[in-house]
């Protein structure tokens, strides 16, 4: 028999936010035994730190550039030829996802054989004036109905009256915990491993919508952050502390100045949520230790992007500071079926698109051609290949307006052109992985930043904006979404 294969992704959950990476505050005791299980990838990101974006490469294995998604943008359908659950379901597995997919339409099941969703608070489908959607919060969102069923009143998602985009505001849950759509959803993984086939292995994707705002975590992991002595957020000495139009007052803000105390609650529900997300997911490693499949299991977790938190006054996610973008990505191998070095730290730089190929090789199932990333296992086998070549950097992007970027990184060191400005910035995040210094102007660095430079204007060359011509950046160009490719 096939191992059974997990994937346990989150939504905007920082790299740093493990107890096993060194946070001074955020306990993580769950996911620190799947580390020592397996192996902890310091320097793994998401090359377009949004939720479209980077769900296109988990599920496809291709870079942005191939899947047409360098920036947000929903209501642009799914057409890939090659997914990674049709890959799965194609090679005799019983596939399944349970949670957020954030793909277009809504209840389209990209390869799986049955998708049980909850993907937030969907503007498109909960807009009450757009009459034109195909689709509606009631038929989108399996949990919504499942809370109402068991609830009197109308009760909604909105009830505590936080945006889900809001990352300053925050307050506990109101209604019992196993009502909490984190619990939901692992409720809903334990009854999968009831009604599963037994004759053939499984692939299952559990994707929580949390830590994403909402920040509304069940009292009990509230109050295990509220009175502590939090760290203060990095701020950068080339960080914005002016905020004379007061934008770090708005409840969604993205930037700007927040009150000190609102932010220090924010930071409390933010770490509760990863708390109440790993005892959750113990939860679930319990049951599959009860169904004697754990040993049999090859588990991945990963988040789709990071959340800047009031790192240098930003806020959310889409940025190419390590907070947005560094995401937390460990492989475990509990049974030793890949006979994997363990309880190890991985520093080779890898990416979203590093999953696809990753599981299917653990499962050994081809990958298709289509597929750019690359399987991260023989970096962690026991027998390392000492002649393994692996990639040199990334590039990473993301459409924002005004903001838009694109950045080249190995982890190391980090490389960012703003595209619309020409601004540049560049660290050594060997030497301070917090990007407190910007080193662009500084001499010592000019070969290391001409030579990042460089590989961002030959990643660039073919692509449609124009922003190279194959010897330059070229500023000023227009700035979309999805190329034409993906949209038509």
Not at 61 to 84: A, C, F, H, L
Not at 187 to 192: L, M, P, R, V
Not at 426 to 434: E, G, H, S
Request: net charge negative; hydrophobic share 35%.
């Amino acid at each position: 028999m096939k191992p059974n294969v997990l994937l346990i992704m989150v939504d905007q959950m920082r790299a740093d936010c493990l107890s096993i990476a060194g946070h001074p505050v955020v306990d993580t005791p769950n996911l620190d035994q799947l580390a020592r299980d397996g192996a902890l990838f310091t320097n793994a990101y998401a090359a377009t730190p949004s939720c479209v974006p980077a769900r296109a490469s988990v599920l496809t294995g291709m870079s942005q550039t191939s899947t047409g998604r360098v920036g947000y943008q929903d209501k642009v359908p799914w057409n890939y030829e090659n997914t990674i659950a049709d890959e799965f379901s194609k090679a005799g597995y019983h596939t399944q996802s349970i949670g957020k997919m954030h793909v277009y339409p809504t209840r389209s099941l990209c390869g799986f054989h049955n998708v049980i969703l909850h993907d937030g608070y969907m503007h498109y489908n909960r807009f009450k004036f757009n009459t034109r959607t195909i689709e509606s919060a009631d038929n989108a969102d399996d949990y919504l109905n499942w809370m109402r069923e068991r609830l009197t009143g109308n009760v909604d998602l909105t009830d505590l009256g936080i945006d889900c985009n809001s990352s300053t505001v925050a307050r506990p849950w109101h209604l019992a915990e196993e009502l909490h759509p984190t619990n939901w959803l692992t409720t809903q993984s334990i009854d999968f491993l009831r009604r599963r086939d037994p004759s053939k292995p499984f692939f299952l994707k559990m994707s929580y919508v949390r830590p994403h705002p909402p920040f509304d975590p069940p009292s009990a992991f509230y109050d295990m952050y509220r009175d502590l002595d939090l760290p203060d957020p990095s701020i950068g000495d080339w960080a914005d502390t002016d905020d004379q139009a007061r934008e770090g007052l708005s409840p969604i803000t993205a930037k700007g100045l927040v009150p000190k105390q609102r932010l220090k609650r924010a930071q409390a529900a933010y770490y509760a949520l990863i708390t109440q997300i790993d005892h959750q997911i113990g939860r679930f490693l319990n049951a599959m230790q009860e169904y004697g499949i754990y040993q049999n299991t090859i588990i991945l977790f990963v988040s789709d992007h990071g959340e800047m938190l009031g790192d240098h006054n930003l806020f959310k996610k889409s940025l190419p500071y390590e907070g947005s973008a560094n995401v937390p990505f460990i492989l475990a191998d509990p049974g030793n079926l890949l006979q994997m070095k363990k309880n190890t730290k991985v520093e080779e730089v890898i990416e979203l698109r590093d999953i696809m190929p990753t599981l299917l090789d653990a499962a050994n199932i081809a990958i298709p051609d289509s597929v750019e990333g690359k399987s991260v296992i023989p970096l962690v086998k026991k027998e390392k290949n000492k002649n393994l070549i692996w990639r040199e950097y990334i590039h990473g992007e993301h459409t924002l307006g005004n903001q838009s970027y694109q950045c080249i990184t190995d982890g190391k060191e980090k490389y960012i052109w703003y595209s619309q400005t020409g601004e540049e910035q560049f660290f050594d995040l060997v030497q301070d992985p917090k990007e407190l210094r910007n080193l662009i102007n500084v001499a010592k660095y000019e070969e290391r930043i001409h030579l990042r430079r460089e590989q961002l204007i030959q990643e660039l060359k073919e692509r449609e904006e124009g922003y190279s011509d194959g010897k330059s950046l070229l500023s000023g160009k227009a700035a979309r979404p999805t190329l034409k490719h993906a949209l038509s």
